[in-house]
Every structure is written in C-alpha cells, then in structure tokens.
C-alpha cells in the first residue's frame, strides 16, 4: 500500500481538486484506492456526495474505538472508496496529542487498511500542526500545489524544512504549479523556470480552468466527467509523475 | 455479497422499465460485453472459491476476479488479446492467481456474451447507494443461453440500501432469487462440472462386489483421465498435463498388476507391454520438463547462473526433440489401438466372482509384507538399488492404499498415507538426485565433445558434486526414516485399518 498526501501549508491552492483527480486516476488504472478527507471542511467529501459524518467522529478512529474500516464509504465509482470528514475533525490535534506517539497514530491506523488497498490519497487541512506531521510521517508521497507567485519558492522551502524536520523517514516531495493561466507572463515564466530549476518540482503545471471550478457543480472530479479537457490531461499527467515518485 | 434475481421472459423485454419504475435509478451504461472465464485445466481457481474473467467491450477491456458468488475482489483494466498467466497486469488479480495456479496455464474455460446494462440506484444528492447490473440473455459458446438476470452490486458503507433494494425486487411480479450465481449458470449451460474433475479415479467400493468390477471400473476412469490428458500433452500447454498422463500410465500399470487372477492374464500380459511402451514414451519429456522446472532454483545453489546457459539451451534442444517424439508416439496407430483396446478388453467386467475386499486384504498384505522385508534388509551399507527396490515396493503399497481406500476406515488408512509419504519422499528425494547427477554427467560429456567453453563444463562439474551432496544427505537419512515407519505405532495403525473394514 502507498500513502500520497496531498498537502499544502496555504489554502485554496487546488490541494483537495488534485486529491480527488488523482484518487480517480489510480482507481481507473486498476489500483484498489482509499480516499481519506482529512479537511473538516470536507471539500472532497462533498465532491464524491457522500455524507460528511463519521460515527463518532474523529476521537472514536484516532483512539480505535471505532474501526476505520467500519467508517469507509464507497464512492460512485468502481474502485475508489471514501472515509470521509467530519467536522470533528478541527479538534484532530488535540484528539492525537492525546495519543501515545500521536505523529505515528495516523500511519498506525492505515496500516489496518494495507490488504485492501493499493493507494491511500490524503486530502489534508491547510496548516502546520501535529496532523500534518503525522501525515508527513505516514506517507509515501507529498503532493503539493503551488500558486504562481513571486513567494512560491519560499513556501516550497518551507515545505522541504517542514518535512526535513519530520520524525521518522522523510516522504518523497513532489510539489507542482497549480490554477496556472497562461495568458499571465508571470505564470508562463514559473511554470518553465520552477521544473528546471528544482528536482521536486513536477513538469506537469494544472491549469487555471472553468472545468475545474466546475467539479463543486458536478460533484465529480474533472476526469470521470471532462476527460479530454486540459485540465484532466494535465491532472492524468500530474498522476503519471506522481505514481513513479510514489512507486504505484 | 451480491444478489441474484432471474428475471422472468414475460418481464425480459420491459425489465428497465419495470425496475425504473420501481426504485428511484439512473440507467448509466448499456454495452454488449464478450466474457471469457480463465481457469487452469484442473479448474484450481475454482476449487479456491475465485473466478477469472476478462470483460471484453467496444473500447476497453477488464480483468476481473470475484468469489462464486460474484462478488468482486479486484478489477484491473487489461489488454483485448487473450489473457495468460504471464500477461497479467501486477496487481493483486496477478499475486492471488499466479499463487494458485503455479505451474499450469491458463485457459478460457467458457466463453458467453449478452447485453449489459448498469444501474445506479440513487439516494440522497444524487448519491449511488447500489448498483443492478442486468445481463443477458446471455449466449453461452457451445451451450444453451442462460436467461435475463438481475444482479444487486451493494456499496460499502451502504448495505442497508442494497437489501433494500433486494427486498423490492423480490416484491415484482417476475423476479425471483436466481437458483444459483451467473457463472455456475454459464458452466452447466456449457455443460462443464469443474467439481466433478479428476485427476485420479475417485473410487468407492462396496467389500462384497466382484473385484472384476471394481478393476473394470477403475481401469474406465484411468482411460478417461489418460484421455483428458492428451490433447494439453500434444500441445505442451503446460507439463501438468504430461505430468498427470505419465502418472495415470503408471497408476494404471499398477492396477493391471494388482489384477493378477481377476484379468485374463493374456490380456493382462499384453496391455502390460503396451503400457510400459507408452510410459517409456512419456520419461524423457518428463525428465526434461523437471530439469527445466527446477534450473533456476539447482543453479542457484551452484552460484553459476551465466555459466549453465548452455546446459539450459541443451536441455530446451533436447525436451523439444523428446516432446517431438512422444507427440509421435501419442498420435501413433499403436497409441490407438492401446486406447481402443483398452475400452474393450479392460475395461470390462470378467467372469471372476470373487469379492473385492477378499482381493484387496490378500494384495495389501502382501505388499506390506514385502515393504517391510525390503526395508528391514537396508543399511547404511544398502547399494542404491536396493533403495530404489524399497522406493518401489512403497509406491506399490502407496497405489493399493488409494485404490481400496474406500473399503477401510479412513481415519487409519489416512494416517497410513502420510506415514509412508514420509517414508516415500526421502527414498525419492534420493533417486531423484542420482538420475539428475549420472544426467549432468551425460550433458557434460556431450557439450564437452561440441567443444564448450570450461567454464561452462566447471560448473556442470559443481552441479554434479552439489547433487552428490544431495543425493548423500538423503541416503543418509533413509535409514532413519525407515526406523520411524517400521516403528509399532504403524504396524498397530496398519492392523486397525485392515480390521476397520
């Protein structure tokens, strides 16, 4: 079983979009997918239509009260399950600081779900917090978005420190180029420079597109409904990088 | 699990409308799907509760492998061509039946295709809660077509969704629970019974019928199975099948020996040559077939995997040429008189009254007598063919075991078995490696004459002293073996299996 975590220090970077694209992606390629919302917003929740409450709520899976495969929905497509949020899931830091070894507590959890899974996809809350160290920690992979901004390098080395200073083996990084438009000279010139210049950086960049907005209408991700849209080739290309990083 | 449901001919033709109509659902795809179920010829897919299909669309083609019941493990998109052991995607399709099927090929057993509609029942926003997958009528290839059914698809997380659209099945007029899943449908439809295959006679017997009878219907199973085992021989499908031809001979010689005043002993005589000559045929290959088999793991041991690439190629030269040659001897007239002969000299009822039982304790006496002189007559000392005479005798006492197994208690006749499979496998572990070491000896001195390099021929020469090694760790434990099977414990076991008749 291998953990990609999509995870972003920033909000509203295309984190939960590329989440669900991706955990489509591998699901259709044959592979038996997990996808957990870890977001008490619930943005992917709400994308599969699935009900964003967890019996119990976040402190029955993270003590074990509850199992977590008791707590796993099937989404509308063949292959790609859900554990989906809840809102519970904003106190997630205290619930694990109550824990022992509260940073291995989530990769604990998932080893339970390694026979029936091929790839688990976390979509994780934007913040620097014990959540998601202990997602840095269980994951095979860490996807990023970056917004096309003079600051993205930094946030980049941000995220390299944060992961460097991790507990545990440090995950892979592969952080791409999100909401690019190509009509902005600033965008074009990142979403040349950044891959070159920077080996975790992915070549594929994720457009800025209506398509895209349009999966909260849809509730679907942007490939099971718009498969020769540039944003699905972009995000199938995004996925073709991911999965030799992650080695799917 | 999934859910059945027959569909009844005056419903068929309305049954979107009928099931529309009844559950809130959203027709999502309609295709025409080939499938073709995969499985070894000795169905062990199906013996381990899977099957194997390959879903074959307009423009795109699926792996699937689900339990009896239909109920899906895992779904891997794959190629349009035919499905093989070795092209199966990586994937858990490929881990659970490579694991299963081990040596033998795959094979599409049944072929069927129909009409394939999906659809999703909704629940709140529009969310799918269960799936009703309708199939057919489905043509069954070689076989009668099988009816609309109604399959209920339940998702995680939403079972209780999934019965209740059961429930609401079953409450239409014209639906009703399936008798048994699709695929057992299909089989029987194409008339396949992969419980009832054997690949040794299964054999029942009453103590007081004739023994003519019991032999004339052993020897019928025998040629059925001698028979199901030809055609994958000639076509080298995978060795299985040589392997299973070469031990049904051999197991049939046996029973034509133990016939010894229950079969005219012309007869006898005569069908005894022909089947030596047939299982004369089969030796080679089969040697070949092992030495290849086992070359990666024997060359492991040896540290030489480069150097022996000759050895490997002489071995592929010379299974080919043996093949060629047993596939001669397979579609030779003498091959079909033996068959036909077989029919109907053998495999019919003598005159001879005596009852089975009678036969079977004077043949199994007899033979465990013998066993125990053979071993008991080992030392350390024994020269290797009275090792192998002992292996004989065991396999001798091993076949009466299987044949007449039925007329004694199963308890003691089972734990018989096992304590002279110990016995057997250290006695071939033995012969095994000295046929392989006097072979390499024999292949060195050949590729040394087609003038190969040294260092291929050192390595031989390790080869040979590694099975030496092997062949010595196993002579050195026959005797201790022996000790343990001659041991009270089975001469008692022995006594209250002849008694629990």
């Given at each position: 079983m291998r953990i990609i975590a999509s995870y972003s220090?920033?909000?509203?970077?295309g984190k939960t979009t590329a989440a669900a694209n991706v955990a489509w992606l591998a699901a259709e390629s044959g592979h038996r997918v997990l996808l957990w919302d870890?977001?008490?917003?619930?943005g992917a929740t709400y994308l599969f239509r699935i009900r964003p409450k967890v019996k119990g709520g976040g402190e029955a899976l993270v003590s074990g009260k509850r199992d977590l495969h008791d707590a796993v929905k099937a989404s509308d497509f063949d292959d790609l399950d859900l554990l989906p949020s809840d809102f519970s899931y904003r106190n997630l830091d205290l619930l694990l600081d109550a824990q022992k070894k509260p940073t291995r507590r989530l990769g604990r959890l998932l080893d339970s779900m390694a026979d029936e899974y091929d790839v688990v996809v976390l979509d994780c809350a934007p913040s620097v917090s014990l959540v998601s160290e202990g997602i840095v920690r269980a994951a095979d992979l860490v996807l990023a978005p970056l917004v096309p901004a003079p600051l993205s390098v930094r946030t980049l080395d941000q995220l390299r420190s944060f992961i460097a200073e991790a507990k545990g083996p440090a995950p892979d990084l592969l952080a791409f180029l999100s909401m690019v438009d190509r009509r902005r000279r600033l965008h074009r010139d990142l979403s040349e420079q950044l891959p070159k210049e920077h080996q975790d950086v992915a070549d594929t960049v994720i457009p800025m597109a209506s398509v895209v907005e349009q999966m909260g209408v849809r509730?679907?991700?942007v490939v099971a409904w718009a498969r020769m849209s540039p944003a699905s080739v972009a995000y199938r290309s995004l996925w073709d990088e991911a999965r030799l990083h992650a080695k799917v | 699990m999934a859910a059945e449901f027959a569909v009844d001919e005056t419903v068929g033709p309305s049954c979107i409308d009928v099931l529309t109509d009844a559950l809130r659902v959203r027709v999502d795809l309609h295709h025409t799907e080939r499938r073709v179920w995969f499985d070894t010829h000795d169905w062990r897919l199906f013996r381990a509760g899977l099957q194997l299909e390959h879903h074959v669309r307009k423009r795109e083609s699926w792996l699937v492998l689900s339990d009896l019941e239909g109920q899906r493990i895992s779904r891997q998109p794959t190629r349009r061509a035919a499905v093989t052991a070795q092209s199966l995607p990586d994937g858990v399709t490929r881990d659970r039946v490579l694991e299963l099927i081990g040596v033998r090929a795959l094979a599409p057993r049944v072929v069927a295709s129909g009409p394939v509609q999906v659809l999703s029942v909704l629940g709140p926003a529009e969310k799918t809660v269960a799936r009703i997958v309708v199939e057919g009528p489905t043509t069954v290839r070689n076989g009668a077509p099988v009816g609309l059914r109604a399959r209920i698809e339940s998702l995680r997380g939403y079972d209780k969704d999934a019965a209740k659209v059961c429930r609401t099945l079953d409450a239409i007029p014209g639906f009703g629970p399936a008798k048994e899943p699709l695929f057992e449908s299909v089989l029987r439809a194409a008339g396949l019974h992969p419980r009832s295959f054997r690949s040794k006679p299964d054999l029942e017997f009453i103590p007081g019928i004739p023994a003519t009878e019991a032999f004339a219907g052993t020897l019928t199973q025998l040629r059925e199975i001698v028979l199901d085992n030809v055609e994958g021989t000639l076509r080298q499908r995978d060795t299985e099948f040589l392997h299973d031809l070469r031990v049904t001979v051999r197991r049939t010689r046996a029973v034509l020996k133990f016939a010894h005043g229950t079969i005219d002993e012309d007869i006898r005589a005569r069908y005894a040559v022909e089947l030596k000559w047939l299982g004369d045929q089969t030796s080679l290959s089969r040697d070949l077939d092992v030495y290849l088999l086992g070359f990666d793991d024997l060359v492991s041991h040896v540290n030489a995997s480069g150097e022996l690439e000759p050895l490997r190629e002489q071995l592929t030269r010379h299974r080919k040429t043996a093949h060629a040659a047993l596939n001669r001897a397979l579609r030779s007239e003498r091959f079909a008189a033996l068959l036909d002969g077989w029919q109907h000299e053998l495999a019919v009822p003598g005159p001879v009254e005596r009852p089975v039982i009678e036969v079977a304790d004077e043949l199994l006496s007899r033979a465990w007598k013998r066993v125990g002189k053979r071993g008991e007559a080992i030392t350390d000392a024994s020269p290797a063919e009275a090792v192998h005479d002992l292996r004989k005798r065991c396999k001798e006492l091993r076949y009466l075991l299987e044949f007449f197994g039925s007329l004694y208690g199963a308890d003691a006749r089972s734990e018989a078995v096992s304590e002279l499979k110990l016995l057997q496998d250290i006695l071939g572990a033995f012969q095994d490696a000295e046929a392989q070491r006097i072979s390499i000896h024999q292949y060195a001195v050949e590729l040394a004459k087609a003038g190969t390099r040294p260092a291929t021929l050192m390595a031989m020469g390790r080869l040979e002293h590694h099975l030496q090694l092997r062949q010595d760790a196993a002579r050195a434990e026959v005797t201790d073996r022996w000790h343990r099977f001659n041991r009270k414990h089975n001469q008692r076991l022995y006594a209250r299996m002849v008694t629990s008749r």
């Open positions: 220090i920033k909000g509203g970077v870890l977001d008490p917003q619930g509730r679907a991700p | -």
